[in-house]
């Protein structure tokens, strides 16, 4: 069974950076495009990015391209999201998902929660 | 961006009913419409892909239709454990875009 386990959430201040890190297991990781996906405290869904099986290609939410990177360790198999100049707005759960044909979300995380706040 | 209007916000029902769920686009995303379940205090998990296409695992009382900017999603027989909520997805163009989700609850 795939499973997507989250790590590296907590409180961190308005400007600050925090990478936050996503280990994979039961799946062959480098086969696999990956996304990270938020969810604000009010339970609205945004797309964050996707990144390429081998870590060639990265696609981003517009709004955040400047601020937020995708990169993977597949020899680890572990996803990453680095996000810098955090601001009150990025406070939510961010989870890690497996990306399947056609922009399937097909496996997520258990997600790890983010509080911007000074 | 595809704006994805789902509705209703809520829905209230009663076990054993069968509902349907909406979700329609601002433009056409052909079948790049995915449904999710999420569930109090879980993480979301797929329910539907390609608009109608089910998922192994998934209970088969959930079924959906649709192509172009109108969806929808039903279950045909509500349980207890029904009870979330039901956000849809769409992947045809960037950014991938997520519907404000359909809450049920319990009549």
């Known amino acids: 069974e795939v499973q997507l386990v989250e790590s590296g959430g907590g409180l961190v201040q308005p400007g600050a950076s925090l990478k936050v890190s996503c280990v994979a297991s039961g799946s062959t990781f480098s086969d696999y495009w990956m996304s990270w996906v938020r969810q604000t405290p009010g339970k609205t869904m945004e797309w964050i990015g996707d990144i390429k099986y081998d870590g060639s290609y990265t696609k981003y939410a517009p709004s955040l391209k400047n601020r937020f990177t995708i990169s993977r360790d597949n020899a680890k198999n572990t996803l990453y999201l680095q996000m810098t100049n955090v601001r009150s707005e990025d406070t939510a759960t961010y989870y890690c998902?497996?990306?399947?044909?056609?922009?399937?979300?097909?496996?997520w995380g258990q997600g790890v929660m983010v509080t911007v706040s000074s | 961006d595809v704006v994805l209007t789902q509705s209703p916000a809520t829905l209230s029902v009663t076990p054993g009913e069968r509902i349907s769920l909406s979700c329609r686009a601002s433009?056409?995303?052909?079948?790049?419409l995915h449904w999710y379940q999420q569930k109090p205090n879980e993480s979301p998990r797929l329910l539907i892909k390609?608009?109608?296409q089910s998922i192994s695992g998934i209970p088969s009382r959930f079924s959906a239709s649709g192509s172009g900017t109108d969806f929808t999603l039903s279950i045909n027989g509500v349980e207890f454990e029904d009870l979330s909520v039901y956000y849809c997805q769409q992947g045809d163009s960037l950014p991938h875009t997520f519907g404000a989700g359909t809450k049920l609850e319990l009549k």
């Open positions: 433009e056409s995303v052909g079948t790049y």
């Open positions: 390609f608009a109608s």
């Open positions: 998902c497996r990306l399947n044909i056609g922009t399937i979300l097909d496996y």
